[in-house]
């Protein structure tokens, strides 16, 4: 009898210790994307300058290049997961085509500041990876000059 109870324990104690493992590690990678999230959510619906816009650009790039983005066959553009890559573009009013950040990153971002010293920025759309719950794409729209 005692050597039931023993063995019915200690299996009790492993259902705990997995359970609580899992919990665990939910609400670890629960906050880790969160945290990660707010640096880009807190440009949304906001009017950004183009310094701004280039620095969630870098960010964006450097994020990529981190975790390891594989680029797409003999091109600069990272190919999209379903875990963590990020993807920026861009929409100018005037040509009505989206601007990926790679382009943007590869023309520099001098060039880019030149052109657009003045210019305005707004983040309209926000998109989710629905595995890890993590940013996955931002667009920004020119709002003026």
């Known amino acids: 009898m005692k050597k039931t109870f023993v063995i019915i324990l200690i299996i009790f104690i492993i259902l705990l210790a997995i359970t609580s493992y899992y919990v665990y590690n939910t609400r670890r990678l629960s906050n880790l994307a969160e945290n ?30 981190k975790n390891g983005i594989s680029k797409q066959e003999n091109s600069i553009y990272y190919e999209e997961n379903d875990e963590n890559s990020i993807k920026i573009e861009i929409t100018f009013s005037e040509e009505h085509s989206n601007i990926p ?5 590869q023309q520099g971002s001098a060039n880019f500041m030149q052109a657009f ?3 305005l920025f707004k983040c309209t759309k926000v998109e989710y990876h629905q595995k890890t719950n993590r940013i996955k794409y931002l667009h920004f729209e020119y709002t003026q000059n």
């Not at 707010?38 to 300058?49: A, D, H, P, Q, R």
């Not at 950040?101 to 990153?105: G, Q, V």
């Open 117 to 119: 010293q003045t210019a």
């Open 101 to 105: 950040m790679e382009a943007i990153a």
């Open 36 to 65: 990660y999230n707010k640096y880009y959510e807190t440009y949304l619906n906001k009017e950004i300058s183009s310094a701004d816009l280039i620095s969630i650009i870098n960010k964006a790039v450097n994020d990529n290049e």
